[in-house]
């Protein structure tokens, strides 16, 4: 009967923490999707009467300030410069706060915010003291907001953080550039990484030899390299080594500017696609395996070549396998930042790298990417009241790209053995 | 693509016949060569990581003291936040394979293995966010409410399984019913601890070793998990089956027979949770305070080797000391993951030899 007992016990305690683990990280999802679409919903407007008589009007942005419950801040009129007119204001010093159904916001383009109410104070009187009409870029009066107008509101704050460039120094404005970095880097990975990743997968699945098992061992064991140690090698290896001497030797007379000899969008694509050549690798290589001996040894009796059945037959066989290679490598990558720092992620790039321009593609510039946008927004940036919730938005968006190519890539797998549980049937 | 792949019309296709032996067999030569060329090339690249570092080392002068001081710091620093990372990542990891290996009811499973693969995917920029804009400041407050957690959860979840325990008859879906219990729980020492405690301990930096263990924990369970439900899963069922035969209840099953099986499996899954720690960046950069502290104190901050090649490598310029530095730096950090990660490999061959004997002698 005790050792009933123990065992329940034990049972409890392994079964309890399970649950608390699968709750944390649920737990983490839920807090991720709601900071991160938070800073597009329409904040209300305070008005915040003191006991000394004066009147706050502004958004409160942090109800409950890092362990001190006792005060907040609101964020008011900026008349000189953005981030200028942050308060801080103990709740005891609050005589009445309210929400005026008259408030409205008016954001300039420069990132300002100036609070007004309709009437006396009304959007025109506002601007005067600040700004002139051509610099507005919204006028909103949040609190008589419908739930529809809030949506609608939020949507366009959404589009307009996804389609347009950022301003003051990446702390307003959106993410356009971060996003068009972080898809050409991924891209221009995805075509370096995919042909070496399936020669080399074939070559494995073929020879059985000295080599192949050399090749097998490096890749085993340089898959759990630290990313940060491929940014090194490509530091040294690729911008300082290969980049170096391209520029010697086709751009001399444009030395000590570097051309190729400084980061750049070619280089974090080498050194990402060396990250994730084990990914691809290993992927591509079960997925061979996976495919039923009878097959190739049909085509084979029908006087195929090896090198005939494996074009004709094992690689469109194994496509669904190349495909989930290619996702897991991609999702490994767009998440990959610590080794971008060293090969040429920017926080301000001045020039796209694909452009209108011929050859339109343009592998030496430095490039944005949202993880980095990520890492400035809520460590390098001065204004951490703003800085917090960009990060946030960014981290979304990222972990939404993420989340979505892992998840196609999981249905892409399931599908792919479904179908050889019915091809061996 | 449509339809059974077998039935491809161009295997059969003309073509065959058509051309010649001669062409055909050269065109396969080729195959080959740009087969074993790219493997070729991808061998070099892979080989460049270790010879690069070396050769790039390659003592001209010795290096001063005051970069081998300063590699000590560093050293101690990446395995103090490793070891705090693995210290959170191992019970969480492992108590979650252990149930959805032995206990969880088959549609439980199903939902928590995938939660535990996307977590894997979060790119570890966010969860550096997470830990050094949120979890930081709450953290700086609430120390000895945690420590009052980490005493209390496991004893609630004991003392509850010894007065309960015995009446459940189905334990598949128990981390369901448990978690309303957990959450209360928890709840409850937050409020009765919280007001003290904020005086109680107070770390000497937000940003510290115990909050990156925390963000590093939760980055490396997942790897941990799943590696330790597949050392689980590689027992045979007919282990546990002959336990069940002769009257073992589930737990006894699971300590009687799946764990000293799988133990060293477990181990390996440890191991390399650790390693993967050690060569954490960005959750180690974002949250740590970046402060070269040496010691064990896990409330102080700390800077790892692989923050130090993030923030110093851009700035240094080749051929200096400071770059040789970082280089030896980058040099120790590989050969201490490829260290923890052949070990590892070690382990776990002692778990594939064991299970393949005792399939033999069944």
Known sequence: MNARRYGAAGTWLVAGLSGLSVGAILLLFVFLASAGLAPFWPAPVDRLQLQDGHVLLGEIVAADAAGSPDAVAIRTSEQERMGSAYQRVRLRDIAARSQPADAIVITLVDGRRLYGRDGAEGAAALLATAASPADVLEVLQPNTLGALARCAVFFSHLAHFLATPPAASNLIGGVLPALLGTLTLVLLMSLIVMPFGIATAIYLHRRRGFAARCVRIAINQLAGVPSIVYGVIGLGLFVHGLGGGIDRLFYADRLPVPTFGGGGLLWAALTLALLTLPVVVVSVEEGLARIPGSLREGSLALGATHDEALWTLLLPAARPALLTGLILAVARAAGAVAPLMLVGVVKLAPALPVDGVFPYLHPSREFMHLGFTIYDAALASADAIRGVPRAYACAGLLVGVVIVLNLTAILLRNRLRDRYRTLET | ?362
């Open chain 2, 1 to 362: 693509m449509s339809g059974n792949p077998a039935t491809y019309a161009s295997v059969l296709s003309a073509d065959f016949i058509r051309t010649s032996t001669r062409s055909r067999r050269r065109r396969g030569r080729v195959v080959s060569a740009v087969v074993s060329f790219c493997t070729a090339i991808v061998l070099l690249g892979l080989l460049a990581i270790p010879l690069f570092l070396l050769v790039g080392l390659h003592p001209r002068t010795p290096l001063p003291a005051e970069t081998w001081r300063h590699l000590e710091v560093l050293f101690a620093g990446t395995v103090r936040a490793g070891l705090c990372g693995v210290l959170v990542a191992l019970p969480f990891g492992i108590a979650t394979a252990m149930f959805s290996a032995h206990f969880c009811a088959p549609r439980l499973r199903t939902w928590i293995k995938p939660t535990l693969e996307i977590l894997e995917a979060v790119p570890t920029v966010v969860l550096g966010l997470i830990a050094a804009a949120t979890l930081a400041p709450w953290l700086k407050v609430h120390v000895a409410s945690v420590l009052v957690l980490i005493v209390v959860v496991p004893l609630a979840l004991l003392a509850a399984g010894m007065a309960f325990g015995t009446q459940v008859r189905n334990e598949g879906w128990l981390p369901l019913w448990l978690l309303p219990l957990l959450i209360a729980v928890i709840a409850l020492v937050l409020t009765l601890a919280g007001r003290q405690s904020a005086s109680a301990i107070v770390p000497a930096s937000p940003w510290n070793a115990a909050l990156i263990g925390l963000a590093l924990g939760v980055a490396s369970i997942p790897m941990v998990f799943s590696l330790s439900e597949d050392a689980l899963f590689l027992v045979p069922r007919a282990h546990t089956d002959a336990a069940f035969a002769l009257g073992a209840t589930r737990w006894q099953a699971l300590t009687t027979v799946l764990l000293p099986a799988a133990g060293s499996g477990l181990v390996a899954a440890g191991l390399l949770g650790f390693s993967r720690c050690l060569g954490e960046t960005m959750i180690v950069l974002m949250a740590s305070g970046n402060t070269p502290i040496g010691g064990i104190d896990p409330l102080s901050g700390l800077r790892s080797i692989s923050a130090e090649l993030a923030l110093g490598m851009p700035e240094a310029s080749p051929q200096g000391d400071v770059w040789r530095g970082l280089l030896l730096a980058a040099l120790l950090l590989l050969l201490l993951t490829l260290c923890v990660s052949a070990l590892a490999d070690v382990v776990r061959e002692r778990l594939h030899r064991r299970l393949s004997a005792a399939a033999h002698a069944a």
